[in-house]
């Protein structure tokens, strides 16, 4: 039965003294990464010595290890993604947990870890579990947002486990649905680079800012009982930047949980935990009650949103993360760079002349723009609300100097792993799909836009196709009358829930009796596709940022796959160079940046306009039951030319246009007048 099986307690390890904590607290597995190549860069992560040691470690202890190798691959990182993974093979790693199709087709060459499904890939619905399930994981972890009741239908997908978060951080956007970071400063979290804007003030309609986004921490020690009865098989504590202390003491209460000892009195002890954050904890997902989880922070966070749009990103990977801690009358600062960690503490004397003072918010803000040793602050976990004296602010600049020039010198880390034939084979590049023909800077032939707008915007203008969001079965005839002819494609939501699932079905039957092709955004709405037979393409819900990711899906049954949006120029050049299917790329747009499940104001958001201090404005809707944050103003590569970047389709994307027939005929401009380009001119990290 469910209610009898073991649960393991999954740690994180950000270094070798939190594995080390968590093992003597008495984890049943931890989770780590090595380098770059991992939702977590800025953690101080493991060299691939410190890999080997920790794994044996974990196997003396009778505990397991899973290497994280979770993030969006791009052309150039495809070698080191092969080496990660021989890595964790001769080194015994149990799992290795993953996002990128790509790795799929690597996995032949490296078959002993086993391949467990992160966050990062979306997992909402037991027909995602089933997907992957069906491409061999033997774990799913699933989404945060999701309720017991969902959890539940998710864990009896027969020969996958499952793995929930139970205590630590939560994001506001959907896992993987995020583009906040990237737009704002190139840094994607996506690829592990998130530099948290949720957690940042936001003003609505020029009223006074609140930091109406940051989540209250999750804290389900108290729940362990009802996550068994549900058939969870992993507890997840999310922490790879917390402290050693603070991962012995998480690992040491859902210990206890599972010997059975008061929930009451544990879920007491957990609000400790809360205290390293200053957030309050929460649950409220599991009982479907969304409502009062954002806004509320012990001490508001002073800053760490990354650039404002057009900012250019450093051309190497030369972030580190700064964060700041109370203790009494004491700062603790917290400095991460290139896999060093380095901590220090100074003493806040009295403020005499408030006026000279200066915020650690305002200073973590100068860090961002003020480059030292020629690296950025790139965000940070925690950023307490406290005045500092000019002269310690000198000092802190000081001592972060000391320590970046500390970073710079070690090597590069790169992994010396000996790949088997059979990787170096799937290496080999592929030359470009015939198909890809239409360069950057041809006219888009498609246009992306909602149901209710179709017809309104086909009576006006006539692209070469239309994608077109929103369609139901029952809404499908008339959008084929709209289109007269023109070819058409319904796009499946990036997100849908079990409740979905049979209007996701009814749409696909009609889709495919009607002869359309449909767009799939997820694991879960492809193998649905799959079931019914229908003609599927792969929209942005599954990016691809390298070849052998679009290989991959070619071979899964897409016709057509979209690169990824974020994707800088180089990446671009790089998979449009070697991608053997026909692509697409969106040239012209406003993509959600925040795509988020949480209960808010529809009276105080909807419609209107939020902004952060950079000047990051969005507007707020409400699109398939889901909160949408679009940006007010649109990325648009139109007025690009670029020979190197060749694909099947350009598409304009015309969701959340005030006027979609004005911005597909808009005269795009010329490089250089202003326009965003999102990542396009800057380095995505």
């Not at 989770?31 to 044996?56: H, I, K």
């Not at 999701?146 to 929930?164: D, H, K, M, N, P």
């Not at 709405?525 to 990711?549: H, I």
């Not at 998979?575 to 790329?585: D, G, I, T, W």
């Amino acid at each position: 039965m469910a209610e009898t099986r073991p649960l393991e307690v999954l740690a994180p390890a950000g270094d070798l003294s939190c594995l080390e904590a968590a093992l003597e607290a008495g984890a049943d597995a931890v989770y780590l990464g090595l380098g770059e190549l991992n939702a977590r860069r800025r953690a101080r992560n493991f060299t691939p010595e410190e890999f080997a040691r920790a794994v044996a470690l974990a196997h003396a202890k009778g505990a397991r290890v899973y290497l994280t190798l979770n993030i969006d691959l791009a052309e150039r990182e495809l070698g080191e993604a092969a080496r990660v993974l021989a890595l964790a093979q001769a080194a015994g790693a149990d799992a290795v947990l993953v996002k990128d199709p790509a790795l799929l087709l690597l996995r032949p060459a490296t078959p002993k870890p086993q391949f467990h499904f992160s966050t990062q890939t979306g997992m909402t619905n037991r027909a995602d579990v089933t997907a992957v399930g069906g491409l061999g994981a033997a774990r799913a972890v699933l989404a945060r947002e999701l309720s017991l009741r969902e959890i539940a239908a998710a864990s009896r997908i027969f020969g996958v486990a499952t793995e929930v978060f139970a205590q630590g951080a939560l994001c506001f956007s959907m896992s993987g649905r995020c583009l906040m970071s990237s737009w704002v400063g190139g840094r994607s979290g996506n690829r592990g680079a998130c530099t948290s804007p949720c957690r940042v003030p936001w003003s609505v309609e020029g009223e006074p800012g609140r930091t109406l986004f940051s989540m209250r921490d999750l804290g389900c020690v108290h729940r362990v009982a009802e996550l068994r009865a549900a058939g969870v098989r992993a507890l997840k504590i999310e922490g790879r930047l917390k402290t050693p202390v603070w991962v012995g003491k998480a690992v040491g209460l859902y210990r206890r949980a599972l010997a059975g000892e008061d929930p009451a009195t544990l879920l007491r002890e957990a609000a400790e935990l809360g205290k390293y954050t200053g957030r309050e904890l929460c649950c409220g997902y599991l009982d479907e009650a969304r409502d009062g989880l954002t806004g509320i922070a012990g001490r508001e966070p002073g800053g760490g949103a990354g650039e404002s749009p057009g900012a250019a990103a450093p051309a190497e990977a030369k972030d580190y993360d700064l964060s700041g801690r109370l203790e009494g009358g004491r700062l603790e600062c917290l400095l991460a760079f290139r896999g060093r960690e380095a901590r220090w503490t100074v003493s806040l004397p009295p403020i005499r002349r408030e006026h000279k003072a200066v915020p650690f918010g305002l200073l973590c803000e100068a860090l961002e723009r003020e480059p030292i040793q020629g690296c950025s602050r790139a965000g940070g976990s925690e950023v307490p609300d406290v005045l500092l004296p000019p002269r310690l602010v000198k000092s802190i600049r000081d001592r972060i100097s000391v320590e970046l020039r500390l970073g710079l010198k070690k090597t590069d880390g790169r992994i010396q792993a000996e790949l088997a034939p059979l990787a170096e084979a799937v290496l080999v590049k592929s030359p470009p799909h015939e198909s890809n023909r239409r360069s950057l800077g041809g006219e888009p032939d498609r246009a992306r836009i909602e149901a209710g707008r179709l017809g309104a915007f086909l009576k006006k203008v006539r692209p070469g196709g239309v994608i077109v969001e929103g369609l139901t079965a029952g809404t499908l005839e008339a959008a084929l009358r709209a289109a007269k002819g023109i070819p058409l494609v319904a796009a499946l939501p990036p997100v849908f829930f079990d409740d979905d699932i049979p209007a996701v079905k009814e749409l696909l039957q009609a889709c495919q009796g009607a002869g359309v092709t449909v767009e799939v955004n997820s694991w879960g709405g492809w193998r649905l596709a799959r079931e019914v037979g229908v003609k599927t393409e792969s929209g942005l819900g599954l990016p691809v940022l390298n070849s052998l990711a679009a290989k991959w899906l070619a071979e899964a049954g897409l016709s057509c796959v979209a690169l990824s949006v974020e994707a800088d120029r180089i990446q671009l050049e790089d998979v449009s160079a070697h991608c053997p299917v026909a692509a697409s790329l969106v040239v012209f747009g406003r993509p959600p940046l925040f795509t988020s499940r949480v209960d808010l104001s529809k009276e105080g958001l909807l419609g209107k306009i939020v902004e952060d201090r950079r000047g990051v404005r969005a507007r707020c809707s409400m699109e398939d039951g889901l909160w949408m944050f679009r940006p007010v103003e649109p990325f648009d590569l139109r007025g690009l030319r670029n020979p190197k970047i060749r694909v099947r389709h350009l598409v304009a994307d015309l969701v959340g246009s005030d006027d979609p027939v004005r911005d597909w005929l808009g005269n795009p401009g010329k490089p250089g007048s202003g326009r965003f380009l999102f990542n396009y001119d800057r380095k995505l990290a």
